[in-house]
Antibody
């Protein structure tokens, strides 16, 4: 059974960047899409965008278009989300999720990113 | 900016039935928005319940069902259990972008 294992919590300074990884354990990305979703403390879910690793196609939510980059390494079944120019309101739990047949069927455990001076 | 709207909170008695809805600022929600529903409990990642309006995962309890109702996507829980107390989010597809609703906090009381 595929699991998505994310990298550990990060504490970052404002204006810096963070790179979060999401590795498929027990399987590969194959033809799936990986979406990134974030959740600020006490707030709802926010779709950031997605990547189709095998085709290297990305879609970014308009809100993040200028600051986020999704990449993937199919040889290691690992996806990455890099967010730059961090602000305090980027403090959130960041999730990766596998998209298959119209649903997000498998989710990572989340990576907490804290932005603080 | 597309906005997806859900009831902020609902309360239901154990064994009762409740319907959560999901509306789009762009107009009526149709199957072409591929509505998804997720359940999230405190401290946990979201869990998929319903996709493509009314399709269930193998782990989705039978008491959960999805539909389209009055121009909105809907999630109905029939025979609510105490463990159904959670936050529920819908997700709609907008041709390359996806947008979550603000979530509905369901209280079982």
């Amino acid at each position: 059974q595929v699991q998505l294992v994310q990298s550990g919590a990060e504490v970052k300074k404002p204006q810096s960047s963070v790179k979060v990884s999401c590795k498929a354990s027990g399987g590969t990305f194959s033809s799936y899409t990986i979406s990134w979703v974030r959740q600020a403390p006490g707030q709802g879910l926010e779709w950031m965008g997605r990547i189709i690793p095998i085709l290297d196609i990305v879609n970014y939510a308009q809100k993040f278009q200028d600051r986020v980059t999704f990449t993937a390494d199919t040889s290691t079944s690992t996806a990455y989300m890099e967010l730059s120019s961090l602000r305090s309101d980027d403090t959130a739990m960041y999730y990766c999720a596998r998209s298959s047949a119209g649903t997000f069927d498998i989710w990572g455990h989340g990576t907490l990113v804290t932005v603080s001076s | 900016q597309t906005v997806v709207t859900q009831e902020p909170s609902l309360t239901v008695s154990p064994g009762g039935t409740v319907t959560l809805t999901c509306a789009s600022s762009t107009g009526a929600v149709t199957s072409g928005y591929y509505p998804n529903w997720f359940q999230q409990k405190p401290g946990q990642a979201p869990r998929a319940l319903i996709y493509n309006t009314n399709s269930k995962h193998s782990w989705t309890p039978a008491r959960f069902s999805g539909s389209l109702l009055g121009g909105k996507a809907a999630l109905t829980l029939s025979g609510v259990q105490p463990e159904d107390e959670a936050e529920y989010y819908c997700l709609l597809y907008y041709g390359g972008a996806q947008v979550f609703g603000g979530g509905t906090k369901l209280t079982v009381l």
